[in-house]
């Protein structure tokens, strides 16, 4: 497999005399297999330069797969731009997670509306077509292609392909589901050893692959501030990487206040701490224009096991049980909920929230740890234990986590550990990405 990085840069493009060689395009990675398909990670402003390489210097017409991560500004403002979708002939495919309440290509009009630009979705030349994914295994064009949600205020899919014998990875906007990566009384830098259930399925989603293409758009120091808005640290993508058993990772949606000099030594630190895990795991800050070979090796040998994607089932209203004593907290909640066409059930205190679970039948529960009795973790082992409440994804919200209490509420089954304060879009994209594991289990 061929790789080439178009852009590098999140939230915003950035080019100046600062960013020269990291490059300030937003988000856009090509992918070509040796069989000739060719995917595209994102579809950043990277994706205009792609474009007008892809028409001077390719035989036409072409076909090309899009995965869009999510459709955030930066992962979606090259697509009017990107020239191939202008040329008759040409047959382009668009993937996407599926949206929560407008359809792919209704998103994808709307920045094309005659406000914003001069040529509507419905004018372009090329056959463009549109499959919503879900969490699984896909065959696209024959490919394997395996997706996985990541951690971000938004839903989005984490892109994992195998191809020629080698594994790709495309992991961009997430965010540690948990501050803390490692559980203390286990030895670090192990998959085991991994607190929080997301970060371990996040870890175990990139096990043996040869390459790693993962968000690092902050520094630990600026992550303090930043927590919530759905990016990682490069200390957090480097440790997971190395826990991974993975051989070469490149760091890229650089912040774009990181200039060149800046994300040198993001590099150094990231290189300093892959050094001290001992795994030989390879470390860079992707660079606009590299261009990187990916050939079979031992480790990416191993296809990560994962089931076929199922139904996508996240968008249809769901019925949601908030159990909180915050009555705040709750009222909170159901507006987002209620917005998002979601039917809401409330339970102030533990005896309701059993009886509605069992009156209501939602399918899915909010629920509080600390609620007059009782509790949210007795709870939480009532439902595990009978057999008919034994499925319902439960997302523990709590006050004050740890991980004492992560460690627990896994083992007893949580589906989700969150804590507060979280962003309502942060809530809805965890909600909608629980809901559509457990409708394919
Ligand atoms: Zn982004
Ligand atoms: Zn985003």
């Given at each position: 497999?061929?790789?080439?990085?178009?852009?590098?840069?999140?939230?915003?493009?950035?080019?100046?005399?600062g960013?020269?060689?990291?490059?300030?395009?937003?988000?856009?990675?090509e992918?070509?297999?040796?069989?000739?398909?060719?995917?595209?990670?994102?579809?950043?402003?990277?994706?205009?330069?792609?474009?007008?390489?892809?028409?001077?210097?390719?035989?036409?017409p072409?076909?090309?797969t899009?995965?869009?991560?999510?459709?955030?500004?930066?992962?979606?403002?090259?697509?009017?731009?990107f020239?191939?979708?202008?040329?008759?002939?040409?047959?382009i495919t668009?993937?996407?997670?599926?949206?929560?309440?407008?359809?792919?290509?209704?998103?994808?009009?709307?920045?094309?509306?005659?406000?914003?630009?001069?040529?509507?979705?419905?004018?372009?030349?090329?056959?463009?077509?549109y499959?919503?994914?879900?969490?699984?295994?896909?065959?696209?064009?024959?490919v394997?292609v395996?997706?996985?949600?990541?951690?971000?205020?938004?839903?989005?899919?984490?892109?994992?392909?195998?191809?020629?014998?080698?594994?790709?990875?495309?992991?961009?906007?997430?965010?540690?589901?948990?501050?803390?990566?490692?559980?203390s009384?286990?030895?670090?830098?192990?998959?085991?050893?991994?607190?929080?259930?997301?970060?371990?399925?996040h870890?175990?989603?990139?096990?043996?692959?040869?390459?790693?293409?993962h968000?690092?758009q902050?520094?630990?120091?600026?992550?303090?501030?930043?927590?919530?808005?759905?990016?990682?640290?490069y200390?957090?993508?480097?440790q997971?990487?190395?826990?991974a058993?993975?051989?070469?990772?490149?760091?890229?949606?650089?912040?774009?206040?990181?200039d060149?000099?800046?994300?040198?030594?993001?590099?150094?630190?990231a290189?300093?701490?892959?050094r001290?895990?001992?795994?030989?795991?390879?470390?860079t800050?992707?660079?606009?224009?590299?261009?990187?070979?990916?050939?079979?090796?031992?480790n990416?040998?191993a296809?990560?096991?994962?089931?076929?994607?199922g139904e996508?089932?996240?968008?249809?209203?769901?019925?949601?049980?908030?159990?909180?004593?915050?009555?705040?907290?709750?009222?909170?909640?159901?507006?987002?909920l209620?917005?998002?066409?979601?039917?809401?059930?409330?339970a102030?205190?533990?005896?309701?929230?059993?009886?509605?679970?069992?009156?209501?039948k939602?399918?899915?529960?909010?629920?509080d740890?600390k609620?007059?009795?009782?509790?949210?973790?007795?709870?939480?082992?009532?439902?595990?234990?009978q057999?008919?409440?034994?499925?319902?994804?439960?997302?523990?919200?709590?006050?004050?986590?740890?991980?004492?209490?992560?460690?627990?509420?896994?083992e007893?089954?949580?589906?989700?550990?969150?804590?507060?304060?979280?962003?309502?879009?942060?809530?809805?994209?965890?909600i909608?990405?629980?809901?559509?594991?457990?409708?394919?289990?």
């Open positions: 497999m061929l790789l080439r990085f178009w852009g590098t840069r999140g939230s915003i493009a950035s080019p100046g005399p960013t020269v060689r990291y490059g300030g395009n937003t988000s856009c990675v992918l070509l297999t040796r069989g000739g398909q060719r995917f595209i990670f994102d579809c950043g402003t990277g994706a205009r330069d792609l474009g007008h390489h892809l028409v001077s210097a390719q035989p036409q072409l076909a090309a899009i995965l869009l991560g999510h459709t955030h500004w930066d992962h979606i403002q090259g697509f009017p731009f020239a191939p979708v202008f040329v008759p002939g040409n047959r668009v993937c996407a997670p599926q949206g929560a309440k407008r359809t792919l290509p209704e998103v994808l009009a709307g920045q094309m509306e005659y406000t914003y630009f001069p040529v509507e979705l419905g004018q372009l030349g090329a056959s463009i077509e499959h919503d994914l879900s969490e699984g295994v896909h065959d696209l064009g024959g394997r395996q997706t996985q949600f990541l951690n971000h205020p938004a839903m989005t899919l984490g892109y994992r392909i195998e191809a020629d014998g080698a594994s790709v990875l495309y992991l961009c906007d997430h965010e540690p589901y948990w501050e803390a990566l490692w559980r009384d286990a030895e670090p830098g192990r998959l085991v050893s991994i607190l929080h259930d997301g970060d371990r399925r870890a175990a989603f990139m096990e043996n692959a040869d390459v790693v293409i968000d690092a902050y520094t630990p120091e600026e992550y303090v501030t930043k927590k919530n808005w759905g990016h990682s640290t200390a957090y993508a480097t997971i990487a190395a826990a058993n993975v051989r070469r990772l490149y760091l890229t949606h650089h912040d774009p206040t990181h060149d000099d800046f994300l040198d030594q993001v590099e150094e630190r290189r300093a701490l892959a001290g895990l001992g795994t030989g795991l390879e470390v800050c992707a660079r606009e224009g590299q261009q990187v070979g990916v050939a079979r090796t031992e990416g040998a296809l990560a096991p994962g089931a076929p994607a996508a089932g996240a968008s249809r209203p769901l019925r949601i049980l908030i159990a909180d004593d915050h009555e705040e907290l709750r009222h909170m909640v159901r507006r987002a209620l917005k998002g066409g979601h039917e809401v059930l409330e102030a205190s533990g005896t309701e929230t059993l009886a509605l679970i069992h009156s209501g939602p399918d899915l529960v909010l629920l740890l609620m007059p009795s009782p509790g949210g973790l007795a709870i939480l082992r009532t439902l595990r234990s057999e008919e409440t034994r499925a319902i994804p439960v997302i523990i919200l709590t006050g004050e986590g740890n991980e004492e209490s992560a460690r627990i509420c896994f007893l089954g949580a589906t989700d550990y969150l804590a507060k304060p979280f962003s309502l879009p942060q809530l809805d994209a965890r909608r990405s629980c809901f559509a594991r457990a409708a394919q289990l």
